[in-house]
């Protein structure tokens, strides 16, 4: 499924560096403001400990994962909105992505400087969030005054819209974005066609120095940011992005080893994928077999039918049913085989919605 997270922050906060981390793909990465200006666009790995299991029990001919893209967006300065930096180049940039990271400096470096001239987490996201509350705002006074009129003359469709660019407006001068607020499902439909850059999902990134890695807990300024988060309902990654680019240059047993000399299970770039995938409602089923074994990117909800056309609109136009084993139950099982003798196989119709770690074979005629 094509869908990205962009990630944002000030310049210099250390945003591209953690973007070649994740993709390894490059992107120019310079002490000074604007070091990236086009987006970058790299595509990752979701690391999932189950496709490796299930590769071992099949042992096919190859393994596939599945994968997420990330969009490195150049650094917003103060008054982005109104032209200033790269402004309207950086906030369209931001529209076309679905989920935003924004990458928050929790470290102090003399030799790295701020744009504002001094580290304070809180300010820079709330510039940066200021900057996409006007932009929403510009958008939607485009529509306003004459929805307003249309309102007052009790035109149907216009009292319904007007009422919610009421809602939005008032959030947005109150400095509150357009994902604080509650909306019915027929007004979400109208919300999703503003393309609004406030209603996308948020998480934060905290990045923090190699010396401070293993006790962040005593870093003010990452606090700062998770109680921040807290407020918003969000969450909060925290990574060395220096550290994290020396990790993605490892493979395998060095990449564990590493790891374990840091004292950390689990690396903030794959902490990072996970929470972005997760974010946007994503999951993962599989499907395996002596060909091969592989992990196919879904939306919570989807039934046996969508996901089935995820791989082929032709499974989806002739589905007829879902041979569907859960992930913990055919390891449990130690095979298919005896996954089935077991009862542990299902067959499920047009209306199942798949579950995260499903494995499954589909069955279609067309």
Same mark, same amino acid.
């Given at each position: 499924?094509?869908?990205?997270?962009?990630?944002?922050? $000030?310049?210099?906060?250390?945003?591209?560096?953690?973007?070649?981390?994740?993709?390894?793909?490059?992107?120019?990465?310079?002490?000074?403001?604007?070091?990236?200006?086009?987006?970058?666009?790299?595509?990752?790995?979701?690391?999932?400990?189950?496709?490796?299991?299930?590769?071992?029990?099949?042992?096919?001919?190859?393994?596939?994962?599945?994968?997420?893209?990330?969009?490195?967006?150049?650094?917003?300065?103060?008054?982005?909105?109104?032209?200033?930096?790269?402004?309207?180049?950086?906030?369209?940039?931001?529209?076309?992505?679905?989920?935003?990271?924004?990458?928050?400096?929790?470290?102090?470096?003399?030799?790295?400087?701020?744009?504002?001239? !001094?580290?304070?987490?809180?300010?820079?996201?709330?510039?940066?969030?200021?900057? $996409?509350?006007?932009?929403?705002?510009?958008?939607?006074?485009? !529509?306003?005054?004459?929805?307003?009129?249309?309102?007052?003359?009790?035109?149907?469709?216009?009292?319904?819209?007007?009422?919610?660019?009421?809602? $939005?407006?008032?959030?947005?001068?109150?400095?509150?974005?357009?994902?604080?607020?509650?909306?019915?499902?027929?007004?979400?439909?109208?919300?999703?066609?503003?393309?609004?850059?406030?209603?996308?999902?948020?998480?934060?990134?905290?990045?923090?120095?190699?010396?401070?890695?293993?006790?962040?807990?005593?870093?003010?300024?990452?606090?700062?940011?998770?109680?921040?988060?807290?407020?918003?309902?969000?969450?909060?990654?925290?990574?060395?992005?220096?550290?994290?680019?020396?990790?993605?240059?490892?493979?395998?047993?060095?990449?564990?080893?590493?790891?374990?000399?840091?004292?950390?299970?689990?690396?903030?770039?794959?902490?990072?994928?996970?929470?972005?995938?997760?974010?946007?409602?994503?999951?993962?089923?599989?499907?395996?077999?002596?060909?091969?074994? !592989?992990?196919?990117?879904? !939306?919570?909800?989807?039934?046996?039918?969508?996901?089935?056309?995820?791989?082929?609109?032709?499974?989806?136009?002739?589905?007829?049913?879902?041979?569907?084993?859960?992930?913990?139950? $055919?390891?449990?099982?130690?095979?298919?085989?005896?996954?089935?003798?077991?009862?542990?196989?299902?067959?499920?119709?047009?209306?199942?919605?798949?579950?995260?770690?499903?494995?499954?074979?589909?069955?279609?005629?067309?």
């Amino acid at each position: 499924m094509s869908l990205t997270a962009g990630i944002v922050g $000030l310049p210099n906060v250390g945003k591209s560096t953690l973007f070649n981390a994740i993709t390894q793909a490059g992107a120019l990465s310079a002490n000074y403001p604007f070091a990236t200006i086009d987006p970058n666009v790299g595509i990752v790995e979701v690391p999932d400990h189950r496709l490796q299991k299930l590769t071992e029990m099949v042992n096919p001919k190859k393994t596939i994962p599945t994968s997420f893209e990330f969009t490195d967006i150049a650094g917003i300065v103060e008054g982005a909105s109104k032209g200033e930096g790269l402004g309207n180049q950086f906030l369209s940039h931001i529209r076309q992505v679905d989920a935003i990271c924004h990458v928050v400096r929790c470290f102090e470096d003399e030799n790295i400087t701020h744009v504002s001239g !001094r580290v304070d987490p809180i300010s820079d996201i709330e510039t940066i969030n200021l900057e $996409l509350i006007l932009a929403d705002l510009e958008t939607i006074m485009k !529509r306003y005054d004459k929805v307003a009129k249309l309102a007052k003359q009790k035109v149907k469709d216009a009292v319904f819209e007007f009422e919610i660019l009421e809602k $939005l407006k008032e959030a947005f001068e109150n400095e509150q974005p357009a994902r604080a607020l509650e909306f019915t499902k027929e007004q979400e439909k109208y919300v999703k066609q503003l393309h609004l850059l406030t209603i996308k999902p948020i998480l934060y990134v905290a990045n923090v120095g190699e010396d401070e890695l293993l006790d962040v807990d005593h870093n003010e300024n990452v606090q700062k940011v998770k109680d921040y988060a807290a407020n918003e309902g969000a969450e909060v990654i925290v990574v060395c992005a220096k550290v994290e680019s020396e990790i993605a240059e490892l493979e395998g047993e060095e990449k564990e080893e590493f790891l374990q000399e840091l004292g950390i299970e689990e690396s903030g770039l794959d902490q990072l994928i996970k929470a972005s995938y997760n974010m946007l409602g994503l999951a993962t089923y599989f499907t395996a077999g002596e060909q091969e074994v !592989r992990a196919w990117t879904f !939306r919570k909800g989807m039934t046996a039918p969508q996901t089935a056309g995820i791989i082929h609109t032709d499974f989806e136009r002739g589905f007829i049913r879902a041979e569907t084993v859960s992930y913990n139950d $055919l390891v449990e099982a130690g095979s298919m085989a005896k996954a089935r003798d077991l009862g542990k196989v299902r067959l499920e119709g047009k209306e199942y919605i798949v579950q995260d770690g499903d494995v499954i074979h589909f069955r279609f005629n067309v």
